[in-house]
């Protein structure tokens, strides 16, 4: 049962270069998240997902992008990479959202230099 | 907006101990659910024991249990006999009932002594 997937694990990008953070989810989730962890800061949602075709900003969107073209899969672009983006990124899926448990991927340690 | 205090960064309990991690919340809703999720040193973070508003039996889960306060919107986590295994990022997280989102605290850093 692999659950929720996430590639890379670790990755080192230059300021402005790209990247896309792969999610991948068996469970048959509607609901997908991205969440950014940060020392101290707890985690922040980026962007979510109801549903394939339908996709909604969180808290700190800024830099990134989402789409979601399955149920399985929910990728987050970079683009134009900063400093302030060095984060680890955790992507997670829930049933049903209200109430439901979320399971969690192991997060992507991301450095931006 | 909703919030969630975790006020305390770090602890530490010895082994077979008690321990009660606290959480507060701010909110103008009047049901939603309240979990606590716990991350490992492996980062996957994982579903410890959760709590919905509207029942007033605090939630258990074996060694976990909770002191659910709504008029105080205190919901603290207690973990007894504690054990090497529970070193780990404590999160206390907050979702609305028809809510989509879950908001989380800043973590408490618990480290279990031999």
């Known amino acids: 049962n692999a659950g929720v997937t996430q590639t890379p694990k670790f990755r080192i990008l230059k300021i402005g270069q790209s990247m896309t953070l792969q999610c991948a989810q068996d469970?048959?989730?509607?609901?997908m998240y991205w969440y950014r962890q940060d020392p101290g800061m707890g985690l922040k949602l980026i962007y979510y997902?109801?549903?394939?075709?339908?996709?909604d900003k969180g808290e700190v969107p800024n830099g990134y992008n989402v789409s979601r073209s399955t149920t399985e899969d929910f990728p987050l672009r970079l683009e134009l990479a900063a400093p302030s983006q060095t984060s680890v990124y955790f992507c997670a899926s829930s049933y049903g959202g209200s109430g439901t448990e979320a399971f969690f991927g192991q997060g992507t340690r991301l450095t931006v230099v | 907006a909703q919030t969630v205090t975790q006020s305390q960064p770090e602890m530490s309990v010895q082994e077979a101990e008690t321990v009660t991690l606290s959480c507060t919340y701010d909110t103008s809703e009047s049901n939603y659910y309240l979990f606590w999720y716990k991350q490992p040193p492996s980062r996957q973070m994982i579903l410890v024991i959760r709590q919905e508003a509207y029942k007033q039996q605090n939630a258990t889960e074996n060694r976990f249990s909770v002191n659910f306060q709504k008029a105080a919107k205190s919901f603290s986590l207690k973990i007894s006999d504690s054990q090497l295994g529970d070193t780990a990022m404590y999160f206390c997280?907050?979702?609305?009932?028809?809510?989509?989102?879950?908001?989380f605290g800043t973590g408490t850093r618990l480290k279990v002594l031999a």
């Open positions: 997280a907050f979702m609305k009932s028809q809510g989509l989102k879950y908001i």
């Open positions: 469970m048959n989730h509607n609901y």
């Open positions: 997902s109801v549903g394939a075709g339908i996709t």
